[in-house]
């Protein structure tokens, strides 16, 4: 229901001066050969301090990179998002029909009043925050605990995302997943699973 942060990525690569792949692989990207800290905070197991920083460090070392903590900090807590008003259109139109709706978000809590400030976050059945769980997406936990917090089975359940390794996730735990391109076509895809709705 919020604009992607793959958006928001050019910022860091930018700042980083990196390329924005390289910057997408080191922070949002699959489960790295690596031990990330950006995972680490996402699971509530690491604050975004001088440690994280000097682990982010030592990673962005690799790629002749300087990691800047306060830049980092202030694009996570201090982030201006915006609604996405066709995904809102689509919780809506799924709630008027009785089907349950979860919100399912690898995030920290420094970004958490950011997701209040863009999203209703009342109009979802279940939220499900990985710095809440201890674990992320594409843990398969994390998409089992969202099909029990909607007392469904994980093959009632359409899971949308915009990284393709959390869609396969949500695929190895059982759902259907919908890879995110545009706005409407996304919506389109999803009531489909939903018929006679739409």
């Known amino acids: 229901m919020a604009k992607s942060p793959l958006g928001r990525i050019e910022m860091l690569a930018t700042q980083f001066k ?10 949002l990207g699959e489960n790295a050969d690596f031990d990330n800290p950006w995972f680490e905070a996402e699971c509530g197991r690491q604050p975004l301090d001088e ?52 919100l399912l978000t690898n995030s920290v809590p420094e970004f958490w009043p950011v997701i209040e400030k863009t999203i209703d976050t009342g109009l979802f059945d279940c939220i499900i925050d990985s710095s809440v769980v201890g674990f992320r997406k594409p843990d398969k936990r994390i998409y089992e605990l969202a099909s029990t917090g909607l007392d469904v089975q994980p093959s009632s359940c359409v899971m949308i995302d915009d990284l393709a390794h959390n869609i396969d996730g949500a695929q190895k735990a059982g759902m259907q997943g919908v890879l995110f391109t545009t706005s409407e076509k996304t919506k389109l895809t999803v009531l489909k699973y939903f018929r006679p709705l739409g």
């Open 18 to 27: 990196a390329d924005k792949e390289t910057i997408i692989q080191l922070i």
């Open 51 to 102: 440690t994280f920083a000097e682990k982010m460090q030592m990673i962005f070392n690799q790629h002749d990179l300087l990691f800047n903590l306060e830049f980092f900090r202030s694009w996570v807590a201090d982030a201006v998002n915006e609604p996405d008003l066709i995904m809102e259109e689509l919780v809506l139109e799924l709630k008027e029909s009785e089907i349950k709706v979860a």
